[in-house]
């Protein structure tokens, strides 16, 4: 069975500073890695996936993702923190192997607070 | 283009009750996903459909169910509501067939069902 583990509950971040959340997964098979971004009383936001190819992958808003199969990590990274990126931030799992059948396993979730 | 829709926003019910929430897709996609957001939680996976057919089913119990209509919307419906079934209900949909388990799913912003 997929798992994902978000280490940190809150990341505390200066505005400008670098940022990094991270995240850790657990499939039979070969990974399909999501990172989504909620907003408060909002659903779901797709930033950027890992399904194959180059290790890092750049999404929406500047954020990009490392993905590093011998530590299997899916770490969100973004040069340059901005107070608006203060949000709930999701990683998810998929294993390539479940064909047909699209359920993602979520992780609990890391708050980004971006200070000014 | 509209994204996925969700109705009602809140709703309150009494213990007991039953509920029907309701997902419009966005236009052209055919898989419709079906999430539980419990606060301070992720997202948990309940229903999947794609042309009208249950494609998976979570961990949860009978007395959830879903259904898709020949338009690609879908409801949820929870019977005999219990007080944990209070959270953030999620729709998600997807452009692609089954099979494409590389495809992001795009979310609606939820119906939050708050049981009393």
């Known amino acids: 069975a997929q798992s994902v583990a978000q280490p940190e509950d809150q990341v505390n971040v200066a505005e400008g500073n670098p940022l990094t959340v991270k995240c850790t997964y657990s499939?039979?098979?070969?990974?399909?890695l999501f990172w989504y971004v909620q907003y408060p009383n909002r659903g779901l936001q797709f930033l950027l996936k890992?399904?194959?190819?180059?290790?890092l992958v750049k999404g929406s808003y500047g954020f990009e993702a490392e993905f590093n199969k011998s530590q299997t990590s899916f770490h969100l990274k973004k040069p340059s923190a901005l107070v608006s990126d203060s949000a709930l931030y999701f990683c998810a799992v998929r294993d390539s192997a479940d064909t047909g059948f699209q359920k993602l396993v979520f992780g609990t979730g890391t708050r980004l607070l971006v200070s000014p | 283009d509209a994204g996925v829709t969700q109705s009602p926003t809140h709703l309150i019910k009494t213990r007991g009750q039953q509920v029907t929430l309701r997902c419009s897709p966005i236009s052209g996609h055919k898989s419709v996903s079906w999430y539980q957001q419990v606060l301070g939680q992720g997202p948990q996976f309940i229903f999947q459909?794609?042309?009208?057919?249950?494609?998976g089913r979570g961990n949860f119990p009978d007395r959830f169910s879903a259904r898709q209509f020949p338009n690609y919307s879908s409801e949820l419906n929870v019977n005999a509501l219990l007080l944990g079934d209070s959270a953030l209900y999620l729709c998600?949909?997807?452009?692609?067939?089954?099979?494409?388990?590389?495809?992001?799913?795009?979310f609606g912003n939820g119906t939050r069902l708050t049981v009393t």
């Open positions: 459909y794609y042309e009208k057919e249950e494609r």
């Open positions: 499939v039979s098979g070969n990974p399909y």
């Open positions: 998600a949909s997807s452009g692609r067939a089954q099979g494409a388990a590389s495809s992001p799913l795009h």
């Open positions: 890992y399904i194959t190819g180059d290790n």
